[in-house]
């Protein structure tokens, strides 16, 4: 079983930035790829970004492009989201994935962090 944790949520202004982390423990021999979804109230869950552990793989919610940037430290098994530019409608919980396999599709993570509010307001 993999555990992990999210941090660096909070309340930002319009424009800010933030960045997210989230460490990795446990089992995680098994983990190939790590990413980031989000859930805002009234909302259906959606896909922010994901990478593998290579780094040969990222991808991005069209929404998030050419603002927010997902890294990895494999040393630290932690992956990052970095999220400049932020705007009102990013404001949601924001949950940490990994799993086996590399994809935009919930299904594709067997392991969800608990999640951490980003708010943007003024």
């Known amino acids: 079983q993999a555990q992990l944790v999210e941090s660096g949520g909070g309340l930002v202004q319009p424009g800010g930035s933030l960045r997210l982390s989230c460490a990795a423990s446990?089992?995680?021999?098994?983990?190939?790829?790590m990413g980031w979804y989000r859930q805002a109230p009234g909302r259906e869950r959606e896909f922010v970004a994901a990478i593998t552990w290579g780094g040969g793989l990222i991808g991005y919610a069209d929404s998030v492009k050419g603002r927010f940037t997902i890294s990895r430290d494999n040393a630290k098994n932690t992956v990052y989201l970095q999220m400049n530019s932020l705007k009102p409608e990013d404001t949601a919980v924001y949950y940490c994935?990994?799993?086996?396999?590399?994809?935009?599709?919930?299904?594709?993570?067997?392991?969800w962090g608990q999640g951490t509010q980003v708010t943007v307001s003024s």
């Open positions: 446990g089992i995680i021999f098994s983990i190939n790829s």
């Open positions: 994935v990994a799993g086996a396999h590399y994809g935009e599709y919930a299904r594709t993570y067997t392991y």
